[in-house]
């Protein structure tokens, strides 16, 4: 059974960074397309960043150029490295892995931007 364990949250001041971590467990890494959700309080959760298999990227609009999803295949982890945060990126991060038609969530991390 795969396991995914988000690390790497808290609270930053407006402007700052965060580095979350994604640690993989329970099977080939390399096989998945990797996610970061997040939701905010009373919002619906959404995609914010991907990476395929081979490290292929995208982001939602709202992060472009901000945020920057990698893997390392040989740690089995996938990181979301957040710059210039912004009180509206504060909500609760959520590590997702899929392979069609399976997929698999972290528990979620919370994220606060607030002075």
């Known amino acids: 059974q795969v396991q995914l364990v988000e690390s790497g949250g808290g609270l930053v001041q407006p402007g700052g960074s965060l580095k979350l971590s994604c640690k993989f467990s329970g099977s080939i890494f390399g096989a998945y397309w990797m996610d970061w959700y997040r939701q905010a309080p009373g919002n619906r959760r959404e995609l914010v960043a991907s990476i395929t298999i081979a490290s292929r990227t995208n982001y939602t609009d709202s992060v472009k150029g901000r945020f920057t999803i990698s893997r390392d295949n040989a740690k089995s982890t996938v990181y979301l490295q957040m710059n210039s945060l912004k009180p509206e990126d504060t909500g609760v991060y959520f590590c997702?892995?899929?392979?069609?038609?399976?997929?698999?969530w972290g528990q979620g991390i919370q994220v606060t931007v607030s002075s």
């Open positions: 997702h892995a899929h392979l069609s038609p399976v997929e698999f």
